[in-house]
């Protein structure tokens, strides 16, 4: 099991990666610093990864990390995004999920547009 610390402005999170190519490729990265900008309740950001994802989604769950092809961004999930209905949690396109947020992952409203984020292997890992 791959966790990494997740660093931005004063949140500072473990999260989970799963066992799926991209997450690995993701994994080999890092570490990752990058500027943040937010979208509703979501916070997405460049990665120097370019992957084929395998399992596309069009909904997540609060707290999933995803990859999202089309901006070659990592995004973390934190609630309803500007197209969401309901209580469902809907990506601007399709997205692979490659983790999850192991706390609140409602820490990331205190993370504002142009804040820095780091990602690293966490310790131990």
Request: neutral net charge.
């Amino acid at each position: 099991m791959k966790r990494i610390k997740i660093k931005a402005g004063k949140v500072e999170v473990v999260a989970q990666l799963n066992d799926s190519a991209t997450a690995r490729r993701i994994w080999e990265s890092l570490p990752i610093s990058a500027s943040v900008r937010t979208w509703g309740e979501e916070i997405y950001f460049p990665i120097p990864v370019a992957v084929v994802p395998q399992n596309l989604v069009d909904i997540v769950q609060k707290g999933d990390l995803a990859y999202w092809p089309d901006g070659r961004c990592l995004c973390i999930f934190f609630g309803p995004t500007p197209i969401s209905s309901g209580d469902e949690i809907k990506p601007a396109s399709s997205v692979e999920v490659i983790g999850k947020v192991l706390s609140q992952p409602e820490e990331f409203k205190a993370v504002s547009s142009g804040e820095k984020i780091i990602l690293q292997k966490a310790d131990g890992d």
